[in-house]
């Protein structure tokens, strides 16, 4: 995997201000991971997907990601970093193999970790446990009871909510929480740590900031744009000074 140029990133932003945060994230590692099909980086359960983005955005940006958060209590804003290390979860074991077993109450399940795809696909669903359900069910790739094979229509609703939560415990990364702490009023909660949200937001405000850098300096000196993207950050900020002192 490659860090992202400053052509790249204008490239991933054209394209992903119209996706959907599932696809952007696809758009971003699609251009980091050319080795990669499209569909070979869809099939990638959410949490080696995560890691990768994960990896791209300290390549990109170096290791200390900066977040903000709001108390839920007292609504102060606080800004605190993050070592990306501290976000990698190590995987568990077997998280990288294709088929998992859960065996309960009799029954066996062979699963797959939810993938991009599987996550567009329950998109429309109506409620989260629509959503818990049809995601389990293409997920399940066998299950059975004394050997005779259950169809996932029949699955049982304790079954379904073990399969969920298996799902989770074998893709850690998938779900990485913040403990945060509001230096106003003490209040401590656990946050969300969404890598797709988080990086989007760090590249729209790159993106914009080298659009004004292209403007200032193809109006100081007549560059050409793919120029000026090609010098090196320093290189284009000492120019920058320079056409505007
Ligand atoms: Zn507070």
Redesign the pocket.
């Known amino acids: 995997m490659r860090s992202l140029s400053a052509h790249d990133l204008l490239e991933v932003w054209e394209v992903g201000e119209d996706q959907h945060p599932l696809d952007r994230a696809l758009t971003l590692l699609a251009v980091a991971c050319p080795e990669l099909t499209w569909d070979e980086l869809a099939a990638l359960s959410i949490g080696q997907r995560d890691a990768r983005l994960l990896t791209l955005r300290e390549r990109t940006s170096g290791p200390k990601l900066n977040g903000f958060a709001k108390?839920?209590?007292?609504?102060?804003r606080l800004e605190f970093g993050m070592a990306a290390a501290d976000l990698r979860v190590v995987a568990q074991p077997d998280a990288g193999e294709e088929a998992q077993e859960l065996v309960m109450d009799g029954l066996v399940l062979r699963f797959r970790l939810p993938s991009s795809r599987d996550l567009a696909a329950v998109l429309d669903c109506q409620d989260p446990a629509a959503a818990r359900n049809l995601l389990v069910q293409r997920c399940v790739i066998e299950a059975s009871r004394d050997g005779v094979s259950v169809a996932c229509s029949e699955l049982p609703a304790e079954a379904i909510t073990g399969l969920a939560q298996r799902m989770a415990e074998c893709d850690p990364q998938a779900e990485v929480l913040l403990n945060l702490r509001?230096?106003?009023?003490?209040?401590t909660w656990q946050a969300l740590f969404d890598i797709v949200a988080f990086f989007w937001a760090e590249l729209v405000t790159q993106a914009k900031r080298l659009l004004h850098e292209v403007h200032t300096l193809a109006r100081a000196y007549g560059w050409r744009e793919a120029d000026i993207l090609s010098m090196s950050a320093r290189r284009r900020q000492f120019y920058l000074e320079m056409a505007i002192s």
């Open positions: 108390c839920p209590r007292c609504a102060e509001c230096p106003a009023c003490d209040h």
